[in-house]
């Protein structure tokens, strides 16, 4: 199975001025682990995680004064479409993260978390036991 059968397309973009408490709202709503962080001025791509948002409040940083811009990893492995979903969770394990943004050539089309690498691992590994079983 492939990156692009398992990806999610609902992507959510924010700008690095959004505030944590921003971002944490508009995760939530989207029900996503991940955003992107699009910065214009410096045409960079990054990603805001829940665990980004958790260690600043962790560290008693003020959500509603704390810009996504300071807490985005810029320094992202991503993946393709047509990686295996072995490939991917092989980079995030390697990585210790748990999302992999998914690029077209240099668009962002999609995320693809672990839980969307499980999600589509159990039915598959269900099958294989009901045929072999």
Do not use: Y
Request: hydrophobic letters at 45%.
């Amino acid at each position: 199975m492939l990156v692009r059968d398992a990806m999610s397309t609902v992507v959510l973009t924010i700008g690095p001025a959004h505030t944590l408490r921003q971002a944490a709202r508009l995760m939530s709503g989207r029900r996503v682990g991940a955003a992107i962080v699009l910065d214009p001025d410096t045409s960079g791509l990054g990603i805001l995680t829940e665990r980004d948002i958790l260690n600043s409040l962790g560290a008693g940083q003020d959500p509603d004064l704390e810009a996504s811009g300071a807490h985005t990893t810029t320094d992202i492995v991503f993946a393709a479409p047509s990686w295996t979903l072995e490939a991917a969770a092989g980079a995030m394990a390697h990585g210790g993260f748990r999302h992999l943004i998914v690029l077209d050539d240099t668009e962002p089309i999609g995320i693809v978390s672990v839980r969307d690498i499980i999600r589509c691992w159990i039915p598959a590994r269900q099958r294989k036991t009901t045929l072999t079983g």
